[in-house]
């Protein structure tokens, strides 16, 4: 797809690369809350599943927080498909895509989203690629936001 290529390879390369990661993280640790010290008290790798949305609200929520994954996903396809977007929006559409459809993955297949990135030397809530991606398309669109003229007009 030539049109906003930048979004299509930004959530293409965001799923695959979250579904390797939890993939790998489901397969070669025996126990959910079985932990590797990477850097010791700093940043280990976790095992936990998460029946709710980011940092665990709505914990036990899967069953909406799915159907709003899979609304979010096909909306911002139908978006891509429909619009020309410049290139920080493909960006931020592309990796928020990326998350909600790695996440939405998960609870529709597991009925939990998989985490393990665990930064303990801030008590920081254990979280998966996903949800960096998201994070970082927020980020990209705020970017956007800010940078764009046409956005600061009353």
Known sequence: MKKNRIFWITASTGTILDRITKYWVANNFSDIGDTVPLW???FHLTYVVN??????FFSGGVGWLRWLSLIVSVGLVIYALSSRLSKIEQLGYGFILAGAFGN??????FGHVVDFLDFRLINFP???VADIAINLGILFLLIY??????????
């Open 40 to 42: 010791q008290d700093v």
């Open 51 to 56: 029946t709710g949305a980011a940092f665990s």
């Open 104 to 109: 939405g993955i998960d609870r529709f297949l």
């Open 126 to 128: 254990v979280f998966n």
């Open 145 to 154: 936001s800010f940078s764009n003229p046409t956005n600061n007009k009353a």
